[in-house]
C-alpha cells in the first residue's frame, strides 16, 4: 500500500498507508481525530527552479505526444513568426508563415508538388 500525505488544519503534516481506492478520501488525523483531505507534494527542486527552465519543462511535457521535428522549414517559419512587426490584431497573424511548394520542372513549367497535381498551372 503506498503513503499518502494528509494536513490537518490544527496539527499540520501527517501520511498515512491507504490503498489507492481510498486515497482520495478523508483520512483522520491521528492527534484529533478530525478527517483531513490529502494534499500533494512538490519537490522543492521545482518550487526553486528558474523561470527558464520550468517553461522548458512545460513545452517538453506539451510536445510529449505531437513533437515538432526542427527543419530548416520550420525554423525559418519560426524565425517570421518571431519578426512579425504588425501585431496580433493586424489578421495576417492567422494565416501560416510558410514559404511557397512552388518548384519548375525542366521545361520551365510550374509545379505545386503538394497542392492539386492534376490542375493545369498558367
Known amino acids: 500500500m503506498p503513503v499518502y500525505d494528509y494536513k490537518c488544519a490544527d496539527h499540520g503534516l501527517f501520511y498515512e498507508l491507504a490503498s489507492m481506492e481510498d486515497s482520495n478520501k478523508p483520512m483522520a488525523c491521528p492527534n484529533c481525530g478530525?478527517?483531513?483531505?490529502?494534499?500533494?507534494?512538490?519537490?522543492?527542486?521545482?518550487?526553486?527552479?528558474?523561470?527558464?527552465?520550468?517553461?522548458?519543462?512545460?513545452r517538453n511535457e506539451t510536445a510529449q505526444h505531437a513533437p515538432v521535428l526542427s527543419t530548416p522549414d520550420y525554423r525559418a517559419e519560426?524565425?517570421?513568426?518571431?519578426?512579425?512587426?504588425?501585431?496580433?490584431?493586424?489578421?495576417?497573424?492567422?494565416?501560416?508563415?510558410?514559404?511557397?511548394?512552388?518548384?519548375?520542372?525542366?521545361?520551365?513549367?510550374?509545379?505545386?508538388?503538394?497542392?492539386?497535381?492534376w490542375m493545369i498551372s498558367h
Request: charged share 30%.
Open 34 to 58: 478530525k478527517p483531513c483531505a490529502r494534499v500533494i507534494m512538490l519537490a522543492p527542486e521545482f518550487l526553486a527552479m528558474k523561470q527558464e527552465l520550468r517553461a522548458a519543462h512545460t
Open 78 to 117: 519560426q524565425q517570421a513568426r518571431r519578426e512579425h512587426k504588425h501585431g496580433k490584431g493586424c489578421g495576417c497573424g492567422d494565416k501560416p508563415i510558410r514559404k511557397s511548394n512552388l518548384i519548375y520542372t525542366a521545361e520551365g513549367n510550374k509545379m505545386f508538388p503538394s497542392m492539386r497535381p
